[in-house]
């Protein structure tokens, strides 16, 4: 299969150390290409949005990242170790999480049980059997700690269930902390929220980016150009422009291509 599109641009900064990479990764679903020849990096420390029409291939290229797909061909590179041969649980102890834009807590369990369970992961809690709950006391300072960066030290006693959708996605990400990642992917985080939950996760992408790269697939475009360092355009699979969000946003071929004759504000 073929893409009819020019060579892409890049505009990656002097000196920057690549924290994850895809190169040339092909996805085929029966004779569909759902990603084509796909290169990206992302700088160690920045924030990098991958944004594109429906069905440009954003959420298969997040699933190749973080290794619930495996790629057709090509390979992806975590602080340069090859990691598409390996397992989600086995990339997540490489230093990558992710969040997902389908709610994934518990909802019948607490906030702070919800984030005591995800941390049970790094530690060995897991493979010990008949393990008192209070073994769980343990881990408990931590995933208070949690809670405070994501805002959500008085809801934790809450049923998660009872959580806004807003506040869900706080959770969600507090739960892809709890395994101290160095990259970390979120999935259309401000997906259904209002301008009040928007400015709120803006501000949590902010806290929890501090000595780390986040990636974000996202749609609104006024959190892109408020959150990002560089964006990355997905078009049928293949990537069409890559760099600065006021580079990009000018570029003639995502104008025609992405955006129609406005362009991205």
């Known amino acids: 299969m073929t893409n009819p599109m020019t060579t892409p641009i890049y ?10 990479q895809a190169v040339h990764l092909v996805k085929d679903f029966k004779g569909f290409r759902a990603t084509n020849n796909v290169t990206l990096s992302i700088n160690e420390g920045e924030i990098h949005a991958i944004i594109g029409p429906n069905g440009a291939g954003k959420t298969t290229l997040f699933n190749l990242l973080s290794g ?24 997540v102890r490489r230093g990558l999480s992710r969040s997902f834009q389908i709610s994934s807590v518990f909802p019948t369990m607490t906030v702070r049980e919800n984030v005591l369970v995800a941390l049970q992961s790094p530690s060995n809690l897991p493979n010990q059997w008949w393990t008192p709950v209070s073994r769980l006391e343990e881990l408990g300072p931590h995933a208070d700690q949690i809670l405070e960066d994501v805002g959500l030290t008085h809801d934790a006693d809450r049923l998660a269930a009872d959580l806004s959708h807003g506040e869900k996605r706080q959770l969600e990400i507090g739960i892809s902390l709890t395994q101290n990642p160095k990259v970390l992917l979120l999935d259309e985080p401000t997906s259904g929220m209002g301008s009040e939950g928007v400015a709120r996760v803006i501000d949590l992408v902010r806290k929890v980016a501090r000595g780390r790269t986040v990636v974000l697939v996202e749609h609104n475009m006024s959190v892109v150009s408020e959150l990002t360092d560089r964006i990355t355009v997905l078009q049928y699979g293949s990537v069409l422009a890559s760099g600065r969000y006021d580079e990009v946003r000018q570029d003639p071929r995502v104008i025609e291509a992405y955006l129609g004759e406005e362009g991205l504000h």
Do not use: N
């Open 11 to 20: 505009h990656d900064a002097p000196g920057a150390h690549p924290a994850l």
């Open 68 to 91: 619930f797909l495996k790629p057709t061909s090509g390979e992806v590179m975590l602080f340069g170790e090859r990691i598409d041969t390996l397992q989600p649980f086995q990339i």
